[in-house]
């Protein structure tokens, strides 16, 4: 009706749309879709691919960035498909530096350090939680707690937040990486993948899904996945468990509520590792 040009989506939204049966799909012209910009959290490879399926090849951006730092990285169309994972390269006045955990700066590809941002679109604090901001501050560059590496080409490509790293027997792994081979499933609509309480290891991973439409749920359906993900994930970084919801939490913007799906499981332990 509007002949829409630019828009953007978190990743529920577009799935729901593209997953729309082929006929309905069909009662729609999408070509005039110049610009969708995936925004607000990861959009999985599968979702791209599924995307694409359905709208225009070079209309495809992925933002990465921040409410308080702004937009950091962009991933233009012709790298959509052929940088897997990645959320592109600097955006126009970024900055971007990467430091380990001694301090230092990252300077090797495929390395992994917390990102920080300097640029003319930061905050300069928080409201009323200025001992906060200057705790995510280095020597004028400031995080939100990203853990991210760059490949040679200087694209860059985010693990995950700092404070979601499940450590399993003294091994990272990373919820976001899991996650997004899950979606790769075709009985899984949407998951969320995250650390639960283990007497030895410390934690275990734990992956809470959504089902697609029309599936159904059930022990047989946890061990068809948790098969599946021991040919497509490594071991280490396997879900152990799964279990199911009808929806998942998200805020208005799409983002997913993990802590309510999380903190039950953590009640009354200590959560230090």
Not at 42 to 61: D, E, M, N, V
Not at 163 to 181: A, F, H, L, R, W
Request: charged fraction near 25%; charge should be negative; proline fraction near 7%.
């Amino acid at each position: 009706k509007y002949r829409v040009t630019t828009t953007f989506s978190a990743p529920t939204p577009i799935r729901r749309i593209c997953q729309l049966p082929e006929a309905t799909a069909k009662r729609y012209d999408v070509t005039s879709m110049a610009r969708m910009v995936a925004n607000a959290a990861p959009w999985s490879y599968a979702l791209k691919q599924l995307y694409l399926s359905r709208f225009p090849k070079l209309s495809l951006f992925e933002v990465y960035g921040s409410t308080e730092l702004g937009v950091n990285t962009v991933l233009r169309p012709e790298h959509q498909l052929s940088k897997p994972g990645s959320c592109g390269r600097a955006a126009p006045g970024v900055e971007i530096r990467l430091f380990d955990e001694s301090g230092n700066t990252v300077s090797t590809p495929n390395t992994e350090g917390e990102l920080y941002v300097k640029s003319a679109n930061m905050f300069s604090t928080y409201h009323k939680a200025h001992d906060k901001f200057m705790a995510d501050r280095r020597d004028g560059w400031q995080t939100v707690g990203d853990i991210a590496y760059f490949d040679e080409e200087g694209f860059y490509y985010i693990c995950d937040r700092k404070k979601d790293m499940i450590i399993s027997g003294g091994v990272n792994i990373y919820p976001t990486e899991v996650e997004s081979q899950l979606l790769a499933h075709p009985k899984v609509a949407d998951v969320a993948v995250f650390g639960i309480p283990h007497e030895d290891w410390g934690e275990e991973v734990k992956a809470v899904i959504e089902p697609a439409p029309g599936v159904s749920v059930g022990p047989e359906l946890a061990e068809e996945i948790l098969a599946w993900c021991g040919e497509h994930i490594a071991r280490y970084k396997a879900p152990r468990s799964i279990d199911f919801v009808d929806a998942m939490p998200r805020d208005p913007n799409g983002k997913l509520y993990k802590r309510k799906l999380r903190d039950p499981y953590w009640e009354g332990v200590d959560r230090s590792i």
